[in-house]
Structure formats: structure tokens, C-alpha cells
């Protein structure tokens, strides 16, 4: 108990030391169920106070992955304010793609940024509204014509290119007008649509404070 105790005094300290420093930023860790595709995406928005990690797995397996992570850094005195799992729906069961979503309701400080079916929808959505499933292929030759140039799935420039070519403020009223179309209860069957528009939402705060 007094170990506890003390410890609470200590971090109460470290953030009155840091507020003197300047103003706190929330350290937020972004979870991605790929390793390049988001990860390339998440760190061009060029945020010190955010940890991004490509875990290679699948989406339950991913808020595992970031549960563990908190732990380990709680443990090591730093601790998030906020945990992103990021993962899309893919071949992936169902039930674990439901199951991670519901995992993050259930946890504090976590959320889901995911799309059903794919990433992609979310930068499709900076050029043109789509409410109906396409395949992967569709994606890319919809990307290619409205980039100019061919999509390349693990592309650095994306964030880059889809500011300069697309509308941000449009791809987040786009995915959140397809978010009322369907009953939360059942994700996976909510096809197209996506949450990763609330993730950008947050880090655009921390960017545009800079």
C-alpha cells in the first residue's frame, strides 16, 4: 500500500515537473495488424508522443499484442492514454474480428480503428463516397486513377499524397455517414465501413497543436 502510495506521489511529480517544461501531451500507442501499410501511414503524421508498432497478426491477436505492450510499459513507468488497435477485416473469422472490437468496448483506454473490408476503404473515401463492397483489385484501379499514379500498397508518400490529391475533411464525414447506415452489434457485417477516421481525428489534434 505504501508502495502504491509513493508511487502515485512520484508520478503526480513527474507530470507537474513536465507541465513546467511545456505543455503534456497524451502518449498514444497505435497497434497496426499489418507491418508496413498502416504502420507507413500512422508515423508520417510525425507526432513524438505516438508509438506506432506493425504486429503481423490478426485482429484479436493484435489487441493482445497491445495489452501486453501496455503492460510491459506501465512496468518500465510509462504509461498511455490512449491504445489504438488498427486491423481490418480481410479473410479473418468473424468471430475474431467481432470479438477484437468488442475486446477494446470492454478495456479503458483502448479503442479499434478498423475497416471491413479493407484499409484502403479509408483512403478511398479522400475521393468518392462508397457504400457497396469491391474486391481488392477494384481498390487499386479506383486509387490508381484517383492518384495518377499506380497504388502501391505499402507506399511511404501515402498520408503525403492522399493531402495533397484528396480531402481529409471529406474521407471523415464519408466513413462516419457510413457508420449510421449499419447496427453496431455486428461488425463484421458492416461492409464498407470503417473507424480509422476517429484515430486521424485524435492525432490531427496533437498536429495541429505543434
Request: hydrophobic content about 30%; aromatic content about 10%; proline content about 3%.
Amino acid at each position: 500500500m505504501t508502495h502504491s502510495r509513493r508511487g502515485t506521489r512520484d508520478q503526480k511529480a513527474f507530470r507537474r515537473k513536465t507541465k513546467q517544461r511545456g505543455p503534456v501531451k497524451d502518449l498514444i500507442l497505435i497497434v497496426c495488424e499489418g507491418k508496413q501499410t498502416e504502420p507507413n501511414y500512422f508515423e508520417a503524421f510525425r507526432l513524438t508522443n505516438v508509438d506506432v508498432v506493425g504486429a503481423g497478426a490478426d485482429p484479436l491477436t493484435v489487441v493482445e499484442r497491445a495489452k501486453e505492450m501496455d503492460q510491459q510499459q506501465h512496468r518500465l513507468g510509462k504509461d498511455y492514454d490512449q491504445i489504438w488497435c488498427v486491423f481490418d477485416r480481410d479473410e479473418f473469422p468473424a468471430e475474431r474480428f467481432n470479438n477484437a472490437i468488442y475486446a477494446t468496448r470492454k478495456l479503458n483506454k483502448f479503442h479499434a480503428a478498423y475497416s471491413n473490408e479493407a484499409f484502403e476503404l479509408w483512403y478511398l473515401l479522400h475521393f468518392e463516397y462508397l457504400n457497396s463492397g469491391i474486391s481488392r483489385q477494384d481498390y487499386i484501379e479506383k486509387l490508381t486513377k484517383h492518384l495518377d499514379r499506380r497504388y502501391a500498397k505499402n507506399d511511404p508518400a501515402m498520408y503525403h499524397l492522399l493531402l495533397e490529391n484528396g480531402d481529409q475533411e471529406k474521407a471523415i464525414s464519408y466513413a462516419q455517414r457510413l457508420l449510421r447506415c449499419y447496427s453496431q452489434d455486428n461488425p463484421s457485417e458492416n461492409k464498407p465501413s470503417t473507424t480509422v477516421h476517429q484515430l486521424v481525428q485524435v492525432l490531427n489534434q496533437y498536429k495541429h497543436r505543434k
